[in-house]
């Protein structure tokens, strides 16, 4: 059996893209209220947090930030090429 060890904070150049090309996304969900969070495997997070009352007054939120990040990738579908 082989095993590959990797550093934790190595990053291919992908991700490194991956990141420059995602980075303005923050302020996309930042503007409707909602986290952000980029995860290991190339995706990006968008989440709310509170009770259960408060999150169901927030569907509307959620649901416009995830409008406003395919219209942000439609627009900078050729970003960094």
């Keep these: ?9 190595q990053l291919t150049s992908v991700t490194y893209l991956f ?4 980075a ?7 503007k409707h ?4 969070h980029l995860r290991r495997r190339l995706s ?11 999150l169901e ?3 509307a939120d959620i649901v416009a930030c995830m409008e406003d990040i395919v ?3 439609a627009t900078n579908r050729g970003a960094g090429s």
């Design 19 to 22: 990141v420059l090309y995602t």
């Design 57 to 59: 007054a927030r569907d």
């Design 33 to 36: 209220g909602v986290n952000s």
């Design 44 to 54: 990006l997070q968008l989440y709310l947090s509170g009770s259960a009352r408060q």
């Design 1 to 9: 059996m082989n095993y590959v060890f990797c550093e934790r904070n």
């Design 71 to 73: 219209q942000w990738m």
């Design 24 to 30: 303005d996304l923050g302020g996309v969900a930042d």
